[in-house]
């Protein structure tokens, strides 16, 4: 049953704790391991530290494996729980682990502590996530695993199958099965469903797919999960420069990072960490302070380019009463403006500048007209003064187009130069089209003055 509500979660971990305590620790493993892999991961760190010090002492290490590969907490809070247990209990179970969940957690870990594991674990497991730790943070090296099916091509299907069974509890996936050469060059794919559908004496290379989409080992996280998008594969393999099979990185890892890119983009566009949810209300305030006192600062220069046009609003106080609304309207269209050039950028989407460039100038021009002859059409039934209506119509209406080019070429100049475009933030941007806005308004009004006053 699943733990599909908080009650109902809370009265299982507290059913558990009970079993522990009254001593019948095998009626708590059938309770236990008849849970979700998921649910393990959380009802295991839901426990008290009093009874996971009991119960990790009667898993086995598969299952103590199978808890660490799913837990969805901080890495720094796994850590904690695996610190919990003597240093060779926790290298066995690193060891159990799925090769890319335990290179993620070693490289959470002080050097020393990885030292201190690394040195407990059996050599070829040392040497091959050592090779894992290597690859740089949010590449396809960091992400795969080293768990998978592959075969050479001159084997027959039924012989694939026995392999298939016989590997299928520590591959990460078994959906593909990949064929590689003598020199474990990736050559071609074979679905579970072909080996399924295909006699037994068919040899491999005869229902094989060379067609392979595979990703290098240096490629950004960004790109390989548009790839798995693009083509709904449920993992993807990755490979070196000479076509090496190095690993696969299966859907539920770019599951993991396209939450992680929303969590990025949508921390910039808010200037704000919105992947800490279960925050304190202090420390909540602690991290967005720093922005809000920057945005405060920068507030002022917009009251003091307003001061620069005192002479202009003296003449015409009516003026002040369409600050707001126009430096309000621009900033709403340059943070449009930047949420479509950030999704934009992070789907890889960027091979022609120049056409998005145009493509956001022309949607901008319908905006403003219409945006600008609105206000208009507006100031002049509740006003009655053309000159007045022209000029905050036109003011609307450049400031919208100006604000809403900014917000575009920000992150299309930093993507040009690599630099991811998510770390622009809305209110900054905002900010910034809000001096724009009050520049071209006040610009327009002060060269219109005779139009409208005193009419």
Known sequence: MALDNDQQFEQTVHDLENLINSGQDDLFMTRFTALHDFEKGQVYAALPERIREVAWRIMDDETLATI???????????????????????????????????????????????????????????????????????????LMATEYLAVKKSEKVKDVLVQVKRQAEEAESIIYVYVVDDQERLIGVVSLRDLLTHPDDMTIDSITNTRVISVS?????????????????????????????????????????????????????????????????????????????????????????????????????????????????????????????????????????????????????????????????????????????LTVGMALGLSILASSLLAHLVPAVLNRFDIDPAIVNGPLVATVCDWASILIYFSIATAMLGAFVGK
């Open 68 to 142: 660490f590969d799913n837990l969805e907490i901080d890495q720094e809070d796994i850590v904690s729980l695996l610190e919990e247990m003597p240093s060779q209990k926790g290298a066995d179970i690193l060891v159990a682990m799925f090769a890319d969940n335990e290179a993620d957690l070693l490289q959470a870990m002080p050097a020393k502590k990885v030292s201190n594991y690394l040195a407990l674990m059996p050599a070829d497991e040392v040497n091959e996530i050592k090779q894992l730790i290597n690859y740089e943070e949010d590449t396809a090296g960091s």
């Open 217 to 389: 080992a240096d490629s950004d996280q960004k790109d390989v999960a548009q790839v798995v998008a693009d083509y709904n594969f449920f993992s993807i393999p990755v490979i070196d420069k000479e076509k090496h099979l190095l690993g696969i990185i299966t859907v539920d890892d770019i599951v993991d990072v396209i939450d992680e890119e929303a969590v990025g983009d949508y921390s910039g566009l808010a200037a704000v960490d919105v992947s800490d949810t279960d925050d304190s209300a202090w420390h909540s305030a602690i991290k967005r302070i720093p922005w809000l006192l920057t945005l405060l600062v920068l507030g002022l220069a917009s009251t003091g380019l307003i001061g620069l046009f005192e002479h202009t609003i003296r003449q015409a106080p009516i003026l002040a009463a369409f600050i707001t609304i126009i430096a309000g309207t621009a900033g709403n269209a340059g943070t449009q403006s930047l949420a479509l050039a950030i999704r934009h950028f992070g789907n890889g989407q960027d091979q022609s500048g120049w056409k998005n460039l145009i493509s956001e100038f022309v949607s901008a021009l319908v905006l403003a007209v219409i945006g600008g002859v609105v206000l208009a059409l507006v100031t002049m039934l509740f006003q009655g003064n053309e000159g007045l209506a």
